[in-house]
């Protein structure tokens, strides 16, 4: 529009100049000519400037339109992620409950050994003010231990399953301390023996599975027992003791499936 405009004007100053031809002489008509030349030329730039200064603000707007755009996505995407870390301050509030219930659980299970152990202390005390008596009959193989007994001798097992030795030790003491003519008496024996050994205290490993060999000697876990013994010294270096331990294990438990094993390890030796 505003260049159409500019057009008209030349044609018109165009015009004009053919008139003034006719009135002034040559040199007065290029004059005036020239004159309205640079007068359009002006317009013409002052229209283009404006015209460039329209399309570069209708330019920015588009770009305004564009960064609200933008903006809005981004705004999108921050409520999403709010929403996510709110769900998860939710899951780490349950698991911090869950881990400090589970503290609270682990606290009372030490109380409760150490009040064992406790007890196991004063009944040893009491023992050595008085004559020792005959160490508690082993119980029957048909014996079933009643539902407290499982649960408790199950508790002291999945420590030790854990890998929780320490702990093991102490709830199987405790264990033998609260039922000791228990039939699953000889298990717990053997398992702390056997959580010595986890520790690599193999001393007060060998002492425990003897203690199984004198009170339980019909056990089923006895021949284990042994095997555990014979374990216990080959790692620690005395291999004479552990062939030692191989034989009479061989001898006093032939059918046992630690007895077949055992013959196994002596072979072994046989071969070094």
Do not use: C
């Amino acid at each position: 529009m505003l260049r159409a405009l500019a057009l008209g004007a030349l044609a018109a100053f165009a015009a004009g100049s053919a008139v003034a031809q006719g009135f002034f002489d040559d040199n007065e008509a290029r004059r005036r000519i020239e004159l309205l030349r640079q007068q359009v030329e002006t317009q013409r730039q002052t229209t283009e400037a404006r015209l460039s200064k329209a399309e570069t603000a209708a330019q920015e707007a588009s770009e305004r339109a564009a960064d609200r755009g933008a903006l809005l996505e981004l705004s999108n995407q921050i409520d999403v992620l709010r929403g996510e870390i709110a769900r998860m301050r939710g899951q780490l509030e349950v698991l911090t409950h869950q881990g400090e219930t589970a503290e609270g659980r682990q606290k009372q299970l030490y109380l409760d050994i150490d009040t064992r152990l406790r007890k196991l202390e004063q009944a040893r005390e009491q023992q050595a003010a008085v004559p020792e008596k005959p160490p508690a009959p082993a119980p029957t193989a048909d014996a079933e231990p009643s539902p407290a007994e499982a649960k408790a001798y199950q508790a002291a097992l999945d420590q030790f399953k854990l890998g929780n030795y320490t702990l093991a030790v102490a709830a199987m003491q405790g264990f033998l301390v609260t039922y000791p003519g228990s039939s699953l008496a000889a298990n717990a024996q053997y398992w702390i023996g056997m959580a010595h050994s986890g520790q690599r205290d193999y001393k007060s490993a060998i002492t425990a599975q003897r203690k199984l060999l004198v009170q339980w000697p019909d056990s089923p876990k006895a021949p284990d027992a042994m095997l555990s013994i014979a374990s216990a010294q080959e790692t620690m270096g005395d291999r004479t003791s552990a062939r030692k331990t191989l034989e009479e294990l061989i001898a006093k438990y032939p059918g046992s499936s630690s007895a077949t094993s055992a013959k196994q390890r002596l072979a072994a030796f046989s071969k070094r």
